[in-house]
C-alpha cells in the first residue's frame, strides 16, 4: 500500500488515545513515517511511539465531531489486512514503533470491518509482531470478535464516548449507547474474567461538546470500573474540527481533562468514593486547586496525620503522596524513624503540597513553619524570602 494511504488514514484519529493522559503529544524520529500516525504517548512515565492507524476512514455514520463523518469532505482510503499488517511491520523492523493502536470507520457491515481489523491483527503476530497492540471493539461487533480481540491484542477498548444516552445523543445521534457499545463492554469484560485474558479493557469519553458535567462523568467512570473491572478510562478533550457542525464549538480547556483525570484516579486507585471528590454546584471540579487538596481543605478535622504511623490508606489522604510515596514511606520508616522533611522528598513525596497536613514524629515540618511566617510579612518582604509556597 502506497505512503499516500498511509498519510490518508492516519489523520482524525485524535479521539483515540492511550498512556498516560498528555495533550501534548509529539511525533515520534524523523523519517518517512513522520507525521503519518507515530505518536509518542506516555506510559508509566516514560515516552513511547506507537502507531496510531485507521483501518478505513469511511463511514456511514455522522457523529457531529468527527474529523471522517459521513458528509465532511475530505479524501477517503481503506486498507487491506495485508498492506496495513506490512507497512506495520516495516515500522516496527526500522524500530519506529513499538506498538500499536488500530481503530476504524464503520463502513457498511460493521463485523466485516472488525473482521478485517482481526485479520491484520492474526497476520502481525504469525509473523512474530510481538510488540504492544491496541485493538478497538467497533459498535455491533461480534461475541466471538471480542474474544478473538481480547486473545490477539494486548487492550481492547469499547468507546461509550458519552456517559449517558441524551449526551450520546447530542454528539453521535446515529450511535446506541446501550445496544452498539455497553453491551459490547459487559462482554469483553465477562470473556476476560471467564476465560482469564490478560488482556486489560479501557473505554473513553469525549468531553465537553454533549454538555456532560464533571459530576455525571465521574459517576459513569466510577460504575464502569467497578462493574467491568476497566484498566483505563480516558477522557479525551473537545477539538473543533473544520467541516463538522460542531466547528464552532469551544475546546475543551486542559485544566479540566487534568483534574477529571485526577478524580478518577481517587475514586480508582486511592480509595476515595464518589461522594468524598469535592464539586462545584454546578456539578464541575474546581478548576483553581487538584480533587485531593480540594477534599483537604473541606476536610481539616482528618489531618495533621503522622507519617510514621498511619497506615497505607492514610497515607493516601495525604496531598502530594501517591501509592508509590505510601509504599517507600512504610518500608523506610521499618528500619528508620522519618524526621525531616528533605527525607521525604527521596521517597517520591511532594513536601511542598504534603507538608500542612502531616506530622513528623509529632512535629510539623520544619520549613512549614517558615512559610507560615513568610505569609504573615509584608508582601514585598515575604516575596524575597525563598520559601516553599503552600498548595
Excluded at 471522517?68 to 477517503?76: A, G, L, S, Y
Excluded at 510515596?325 to 513525596?349: C, D, P, S
Aim: glycine letters at 6%; one cysteine or more; hydrophobic letters at 35%.
Amino acid at each position: 500500500m502506497s505512503d499516500k494511504v498511509l498519510k490518508i488514514l492516519s489523520k482524525g484519529n485524535e479521539f483515540d488515545l492511550d498512556g498516560d493522559p498528555d495533550p501534548d503529544f509529539s511525533n515520534a524520529q524523523p523519517s518517512r513515517f513522520s507525521e503519518v500516525g507515530i505518536k509518542e504517548v506516555s506510559c508509566g512515565g516514560k515516552k513511547t511511539p506507537l502507531a496510531n492507524l485507521l483501518y478505513t476512514n469511511v463511514c456511514d455514520r455522522n457523529c457531529k465531531y468527527c474529523a471522517f463523518r459521513k458528509d465532511r469532505d475530505i479524501e477517503r482510503a481503506s486498507w487491506t489486512p495485508d498492506s496495513l499488517a506490512r507497512t506495520v511491520s516495516n515500522m516496527g523492523r526500522a524500530e519506529l514503533i513499538n506498538g500499536m493502536m488500530l481503530s476504524s470507520g464503520l463502513a457498511g457491515n460493521p463485523t466485516a470491518i472488525m473482521s478485517r481489523m482481526l485479520e491484520t491483527v492474526h497476520i502481525l503476530r504469525k509473523n512474530g509482531f510481538s510488540q504492544y497492540i491496541h485493538l478497538k471493539i467497533l459498535p455491533g461487533a461480534e461475541i466471538a470478535q471480542i474474544e478473538e480481540a481480547l486473545r490477539l491484542a494486548n487492550r481492547v477498548s469499547v468507546n461509550l464516548e458519552a456517559p449517558t444516552v441524551a449526551t450520546l445523543g447530542r454528539i453521535a445521534p446515529e450511535k446506541a449507547l446501550v445496544e452498539e457499545l455497553s453491551t459490547r463492554l459487559e462482554k469483553a469484560s465477562e470473556i476476560k474474567f471467564f476465560r482469564r485474558m490478560r488482556a486489560s479493557i479501557t473505554t473513553q469519553f469525549v468531553v465537553g461538546p454533549g454538555g456532560e458535567s464533571d459530576s455525571v462523568l465521574l459517576k459513569a467512570a466510577g460504575r464502569l470500573s467497578r462493574s467491568y473491572g476497566l484498566s483505563r478510562i480516558y477522557f479525551s478533550g473537545f477539538r473543533p474540527i473544520a467541516g463538522t457542525p460542531l466547528e464552532e464549538s469551544p475546546k475543551t480547556e486542559n485544566i479540566r481533562i487534568s483534574r477529571l483525570y485526577q478524580a478518577e484516579w481517587l475514586m480508582r486507585i486511592y480509595g476515595f468514593s464518589f461522594e468524598e471528590v469535592q464539586l462545584e454546584e454546578d456539578g464541575s471540579l474546581p478548576r483553581d486547586k487538584d480533587p485531593k487538596t480540594a477534599w483537604a481543605e473541606a476536610h481539616p478535622e482528618k489531618f495533621p496525620i503522622e507519617i510514621n504511623t498511619s497506615d497505607f490508606e492514610h497515607l493516601l489522604r495525604i496531598p502530594g503522596i501517591g501509592p508509590t510515596g505510601a509504599r517507600r514511606i512504610i518500608q523506610t520508616r521499618r528500619q528508620n524513624g522519618i524526621y525531616r522533611i528533605e527525607q521525604l522528598k527521596k521517597l517520591h513525596v511532594l513536601t511542598e503540597r504534603a507538608a500542612p497536613y502531616i506530622l513528623l514524629n509529632g512535629k510539623r515540618p520544619e520549613y512549614l513553619h517558615k512559610t507560615i511566617i513568610q505569609l504573615a510579612l509584608p508582601f514585598s518582604r515575604a516575596d524575597s524570602l525563598s520559601a516553599l509556597p503552600l498548595p
